[in-house]
């Protein structure tokens, strides 16, 4: 049923390797291992700052002069430079960070991991000099409940840092980069290498997205590019991470966008792909949603609401306001099942037409070779695929489904029957198409089809 489907399952019927991509996870796996640099100068903090008040502005000075006093307590190696740093220290086994403390804005921990880094900032929150400040923990309460659900009276206490270890994507620095920035970058090389320009453009729009949901905060490391850039990679050139400090409200809000964008992509691909008008934009239903509501309409249609018509509209990207809380919102989709023979009596052609129409060219693409079979059509340019098109649907008193369809009869006639490339007959168009709106339709719960070619 439609409620399985995702658009990864789209996708993957015409570029699993597209999907390899969306599935590998670039933070654990590509990211995490490499030498990370945490920019711990004033103005890049500073993003954490609630309200730029007077209030708040001394509140975080007291707090960042805290974190300074602790960096000098605490580090075991402090440094003035990176240069000043012992030759292939970064590269020893085990955990290993140095403290840099060149000034205000040239401020940062060195570690050989994110694992590494992420001990240091661990312990550094825990410290009783920063715990009422905006870089110590909070303390989360829990009741305990009983079998009955009922409070039991005693409680769990969890400690939570205020401030979580956030990557930064920028277009203008390598070591300014995101998990997510690295896979849309995947995506546009894709692209380019399956000369897929539109998979190109939708690639390059999801980073100018990306990148400007954090326009409004100020990064040191950026900013003093020329010499700190260049003086790191002297040390340790060009395979090391920069990430910044940010408070958990605010690193969840740049979460929640990048999930969007990212969702945004896949549909937007999932539509290129099988040349179906599928958008997934704001105030509109997912395509899984659609799907769905397509198939209760065709199984039931007394019962359920036609999907409502889209609208394309422009979307511009949303920028992130610091001081706002942020909103999820889900959406919880039941699909009812019903029997076979409930399901052939009660079907609406024209509903039945446009589902098996929306997937016709996925499972088309499905049932075609890769590369160079002998015995069946292989997928090449996609001109057959969307050239199928159930025109319309019938259906008898007994429940027997006929879909009246049609295709792309020059060129691909000369591999039907009394054309000149008719054998092998198991690549007769006619067969493939066939077999692809049966398959549909088993999908639909549909046990009576015929395919007849028009």
Excluded: C, W
């Excluded at 300074?68 to 030759?87: F, G, H």
């Excluded at 900032?121 to 009783?128: A, E, H, I, Q, T």
């Excluded at 088309?364 to 340019?381: E, H, K, Q, V």
């Amino acid at each position: 049923m439609a409620g399985n489907v995702t658009l990864d399952d789209i996708i993957a019927e015409i570029y699993p390797e597209l999907v390899e991509i969306f599935k590998l996870d670039y933070r654990d796996q590509i990211l995490n291992p490499k030498t990370h640099i945490l920019d711990l100068s004033y103005d890049a903090l500073k993003v954490n700052v609630y309200r730029n008040t007077t209030q708040h502005l001394q509140a975080y000075d007291n707090a960042y002069e805290a974190l300074k006093r602790v960096l000098d307590k605490t580090a075991k190696r402090k440094y003035a430079s990176l240069e000043a740093v012992p030759a292939g220290y970064f590269s020893k086994p085990g955990f290993s960070y140095v403290y840099i403390d060149g000034s205000d804005n040239f401020r940062f921990i060195v570690a050989n991991s994110f694992d590494a880094l992420d001990t240091v900032v661990r312990n550094l929150s825990r410290d009783p000099d920063l715990a009422k400040t905006s870089f110590g923990t909070n303390t989360i309460v829990k009741d305990i409940l009983n079998k009955k659900g009922v409070p039991s009276g005693s409680v769990t206490k969890t400690a939570r840092r205020k401030v979580d270890i956030g990557h930064v994507a920028t277009a203008d620095e390598d070591p300014l980069t995101s998990p997510l920035e690295l896979k849309i970058g995947d995506v546009l090389k894709f692209g380019e290498g399956t000369h897929n320009q539109q998979i190109v453009e939708l690639a390059r729009k999801a980073l100018q997205d990306l990148y400007s949901i954090q326009v409004g905060a100020q990064y040191s490391f950026k900013n003093v590019a020329p010499e700190a850039i260049e003086a790191t990679q002297r040390v340790l050139g060009k395979g090391y991470v920069v990430v910044t400090l940010h408070r958990q409200k605010l690193n969840n809000k740049f979460s929640v966008e990048e999930a969007r964008i990212f969702r945004e992509l896949k549909a937007s691909i999932a539509k290129v792909l099988t040349g179906k008008n599928f958008p997934n934009l704001a105030g509109s239903n997912t395509i899984i949603e659609d799907v769905e509501q397509s198939i209760l309409n065709a199984l039931a249609p007394k019962k359920f609401k036609k999907p409502k018509k889209h609208v394309e509209r422009k979307r511009t990207p949303k920028r992130i306001d610091i001081h706002a809380t942020p909103q999820v919102k889900t959406k919880k989709i039941t699909v009812k099942k019903q029997n076979a023979e409930t399901a052939s009596k009660e079907q609406s052609p024209v509903d039945l037409q446009s589902i098996i129409n929306q997937m016709l060219f996925a499972r088309i693409r499905a049932n075609m070779g890769t590369g160079n079979r002998r015995d069946i059509l292989n997928y090449r340019s996609g001109r057959l695929a969307n050239s199928a098109t159930v025109e319309r649907v019938s259906i008898s008193k007994q429940g027997m489904v006929t879909a009246f369809y049609s295709y792309m009869r020059n060129p691909y006639a000369t591999f039907s029957q009394g054309g000149k490339q008719q054998y092998p007959r198991s690549r007769d168009p006619k067969l493939l198409i066939g077999k692809s709106i049966r398959e549909i339709a088993s999908q639909l719960m549909i046990t009576k089809l015929r395919a007849v070619p028009l």
